[in-house]
């Protein structure tokens, strides 16, 4: 019996991202254990969890999900799961912090892999994200305030210096870094 009771719109969150291929199978597992425990309580089952138990089997009969664990969402479908698109900025963010404090790409895509638990590939796709990764930074340390030093200047030109988008001190007097 576990002692974490899910609100019916959690239950309702983690079911509609079992139906999306989109569940962590640790939190298709809450669901499936709170079914269990209110039920051995003999409480009222929510109907957000029914219809998660109900849509889960449908999936299974219909050949839809081939296993009870894909059902159910305790298995992902194969293949590279998606990666929200907030995440994938955090991401971005993340590496080019590392890479602010003298990382190579590699070590940084490396760093950042292991702080969000994912592929050095997802993380290395997240890097599209790279400008919305230094806005963030921008944000973070209110520019104006607290602006870049000379090495991270440098970094930064070294990073990002053939972009169109970003613009150096030599490129613009106008803009700042």
């Not at 796709?125 to 400008?131: G, K, L, S, T």
């Given at each position: 019996?576990?002692?974490?009771?899910?609100?019916?719109?959690e239950?309702?969150?983690?079911a509609?991202?079992v139906?999306?291929d989109?569940?962590d199978p640790?939190?298709a597992?809450?669901l499936?254990?709170?079914?269990?425990?209110?039920?051995?309580?003999?409480?009222?089952?929510?109907?957000?969890?029914l219809?998660?138990?109900?849509?889960?089997?449908?999936a299974?009969?219909?050949g839809e999900r081939?296993?009870?664990d894909?059902?159910?969402?305790?298995?992902r479908k194969p293949?590279?799961?998606?990666v929200?698109?907030?995440v994938q900025?955090?991401?971005a963010t993340e590496v080019l912090?590392?890479?602010l404090k003298?990382?190579?790409?590699q070590?940084?895509l490396?760093v950042?892999?292991?702080k969000?638990?994912?592929?050095?590939?997802i993380?290395?796709?997240a890097w599209v994200?790279?400008?919305?990764?230094?806005?963030?930074l921008?944000?973070e340390?209110?520019?104006?305030?607290?602006p870049?030093?000379?090495?991270?200047e440098?970094r930064?030109?070294e990073?990002?210096g053939e972009k169109?988008w970003?613009f150096?001190?030599?490129k613009?007097?106008?803009?700042?870094?």
């Amino acid at each position: 019996m576990t002692d974490e009771i899910l609100s019916r719109a959690e239950i309702h969150q983690i079911a509609s991202q079992v139906l999306d291929d989109e569940a962590d199978p640790e939190n298709a597992k809450k669901l499936i254990e709170q079914f269990r425990d209110t039920f051995d309580r003999e409480d009222r089952l929510p109907l957000e969890l029914l219809r998660y138990v109900r849509d889960s089997f449908d999936a299974y009969l219909s050949g839809e999900r081939k296993t009870l664990d894909r059902a159910f969402g305790r298995s992902r479908k194969p293949g590279r799961p998606k990666v929200e698109q907030s995440v994938q900025i955090e991401m971005a963010t993340e590496v080019l912090r590392a890479r602010l404090k003298g990382a190579t790409h590699q070590d940084a895509l490396l760093v950042t892999a292991e702080k969000f638990n994912r592929s050095e590939s997802i993380i290395g796709d997240a890097w599209v994200y790279q400008q919305e990764g230094l806005q963030m930074l921008r944000l973070e340390r209110d520019h104006d305030r607290h602006p870049w030093s000379a090495t991270e200047e440098v970094r930064l030109t070294e990073i990002f210096g053939e972009k169109g988008w970003f613009f150096t001190p030599e490129k613009s007097a106008s803009k700042s870094v």
